[in-house]
Nanobody, 116 residues
């Protein structure tokens, strides 16, 4: 099972930016889809952004135009660039991987807090 290690969360003011990183334990060439999900207490985990091995992306409507997902196969890392952050973006963000073969993997989560 691929191991995922997340970093980059923290406290930021509304309108600010953060970049989350997710480092995989093995080549992500073997991973069909990777993505970022987020969750707040009392709510279901929500897909925020996803990217295929070929580079196609999709986003939840609430982050379109503000967030950008990318992947660097040489570094075995997926990123989430978050701009124009809003208080409603506050959540624990989780990296997710869907290998072409094998079971899915989740990171441990990194907290993003958007507040004045």
């Amino acid at each position: 099972q691929v191991q995922l290690v997340e970093s980059g969360g923290g406290l930021v003011q509304p309108g600010g930016s953060l970049r989350l990183s997710c480092a995989a334990s093995e080549t992500i060439f073997s991973i069909g889809n990777m993505g970022w999900h987020r969750q707040v207490p009392g709510k279901e985990r929500e897909l925020v952004a996803a990217i295929t091995r070929g580079g196609s992306t999709n986003y939840v409507d609430s982050v379109k135009g503000r967030f950008t997902i990318s992947r660097d196969n040489a570094k075995n890392t997926v990123y989430l660039q978050m701009n124009s952050l809003k208080p409603e973006d506050t959540a624990v963000y989780y990296c997710h991987a869907e290998p072409l073969l094998g079971s899915e993997s989740w990171g441990q989560g990194t907290l993003v807090t958007v507040s004045s």
